[in-house]
């Protein structure tokens, strides 16, 4: 009998130490990602470029997801909620929010194809570089979500693994986007390289509805 007490009080132990590292993660989750996005707020507007507009639409999203992912995890612990239901429904909420920003990156770009802006290319300049930065920092972050996502099955995890993954993607895409766009300067195809790499992250955004739409269901 004793055993199997500490077998229990071993188990409780180690789901509380879980749920304290889980709330912990979650805590800097939110604060990597909306301090790697808040400052493409600034850089994307000034700098005219439909790429940084869109990892900065798709970046605003991805705040509001975990800080409800977050905020729900605390409630649950504090007030003993359904987690998962509550996940489920931001789920579902957040999947409408992605949906939303494809279709406004899309008809942003299709507007750009047709009548190609100029960008700022000083401003440019500087959302490649501060890029530089922020595909290393979701690279680790992506990496620590899926490690403690491996440890127990919480289906909060899954989603925060999923998104630092898909994270990673859209800023690697956009350094992708604004090499190109200097290094192509002069040619035919100048132009329309950051509207082409736009419409990649629209469809980025769509894939992350599209997953959080599955999650919610199972």
Not at 162 to 181: A, H, N, P, R
Request: proline share 1%; net charge positive; charged share 15%.
């Amino acid at each position: 009998m004793k055993k199997f007490r500490g077998n229990i009080v071993g188990v409780a132990t180690l789901d509380a130490e879980y749920a304290l590292r889980k709330k912990r993660t979650l805590k800097y989750n939110f604060w990597i990602i909306f301090g790697t996005w808040f400052p493409f707020v600034f850089i994307a507007v000034i700098s005219n470029s439909l790429t940084l507009i869109a990892q900065m639409i798709m970046g605003g999203a991805q705040s509001l997801s975990v800080l409800l992912s977050w905020r729900s995890t605390q409630r649950s612990y504090k007030l003993q909620m359904d987690l998962p239901k509550s996940e489920c429904l931001n789920a579902q909420f957040m999947g409408w929010v992605f949906v939303a920003s494809f279709v406004v990156v899309v008809a942003m770009a299709v507007d750009r194809l047709i009548d190609p802006r100029e960008l700022k290319d000083d401003m440019a300049f500087i959302g490649l570089i501060v890029n530089s930065f922020a595909v290393v920092v979701n690279f680790i972050q992506w990496r620590n979500n899926k490690q403690l996502s491996k440890l127990n099955f919480s289906l909060v995890m899954e989603s925060q693994q999923s998104l630092f993954f898909i994270k990673f993607f859209t800023v690697l895409t956009v350094e992708v986007s604004l090499g190109l766009y200097f290094l192509m300067e002069g040619k035919g195809v100048h132009d329309y390289i950051d509207s082409v790499f736009s419409v990649a992250l629209a469809l980025l955004t769509l894939y992350s509805a599209i997953r959080l739409f599955r999650k919610s269901k199972s």
